[in-house]
């Protein structure tokens, strides 16, 4: 799969619409990558968390996913991959299998390796790293410019832990992620305890604010807007293409590699 004609997909509801008005949302962006991907025939596909929370919006992604496959040839041969994460694997084994995806599972400890194992998932990544905080910061990315700018902005200890939809989760610290996270140790302390949250002991005033806060991103609302990113976010200061990206993060891991032997004498 070539890194520059591949995509991986991430959207969330901003809600208040049918599942077909979704699905026809989903369908119009699954094909506007098609297209985009055309010219080099590269494989792409979905990013989806299967937590409990998300259950009815991952199931709505991947059967639009299926559906789009089996109407679409081309879409069979390029729209493959599928990439779950934030949940249990095993109770999508029987569907993501019969449709023949390239299925990977992104788990956080050995147990959720060896769940993976039980559900037959094809890959598992055991080593390397996520770049999701790196990636975004790019010319490519077709997020929102004030979230691309927010992370090369966000300087020295610039980022903070809060409750997320499915966990503890990082966010550029700004007057509202900070707001977030004394919302968070007064309704959602479990977080920063280890103790899992759901819907039923958090109240909803918490969450309906984690959903405004969450669609102003994508709005464009810098005064309301709760904007996600790694710690790796404090060392980012461009927006490069993702080609030059790609080549910087090689040509550095190979200088970092010369210098080893060295160092280590």
């Known amino acids: 799969m070539s890194s520059r004609g591949s995509i991986i997909i991430s959207w969330k509801p901003a809600g208040g619409s049918s599942e077909d008005d979704q699905k026809t949302v989903l369908k119009k962006i699954f094909r506007q990558t098609l297209e985009k991907t055309r010219e080099k025939k590269g494989i792409f596909g979905v990013n ?13 992604i991947i059967d639009t996913m299926i559906e789009l496959r089996e109407q ?4 069979k041969e390029r729209f493959k991959i599928l990439v779950t994460s934030a949940g249990d694997p095993l109770p999508w084994t029987p569907k993501v299998k019969k449709a023949g995806l ?3 599972h992104v788990i956080p400890s050995v147990k959720g390796a060896l769940r993976c194992q039980k559900a037959g998932v094809d890959a598992v990544v055991a080593s390397g790293a996520q770049m999701g905080t790196r990636f975004l910061a790019t010319q490519e990315s077709d ?4 979230w691309k ?12 832990v809060a ?3 499915v966990g503890p989760a990082r966010f550029l610290k700004t007057p509202v992620s900070l707001k977030h996270q004394e919302n968070t140790l007064k309704m959602s302390p479990g977080v920063f305890l280890g103790k899992p949250d759901d819907y039923s002991t958090v109240p909803m005033e918490l969450i309906n604010s984690e959903i405004a806060a969450m669609n102003a991103v994508y709005a464009g609302d810098e005064t309301k807007a709760l ?3 790694g710690e790796c976010a404090q060392r980012i200061q461009d927006l490069p293409t993702v080609e030059d990206l790609v080549k910087r993060i090689v040509r550095e891991a190979e200088e970092v590699l010369a210098k080893m032997p060295g160092r280590l004498a």
């Open 149 to 160: 700018e927010g992370v090369v902005k966000a300087g020295d200890r610039g980022t903070l």
């Open 72 to 75: 679409d040839p081309e879409m």
């Open 227 to 229: 904007l996600a990113g």
């Open 163 to 165: 409750r997320g939809f």
């Open 143 to 146: 997020f929102h410019p004030m």
């Open 102 to 104: 390239l299925w990977m």
């Open 48 to 60: 989806v968390m299967v937590a409990v929370e998300m259950k009815d919006w991952a199931e709505l």
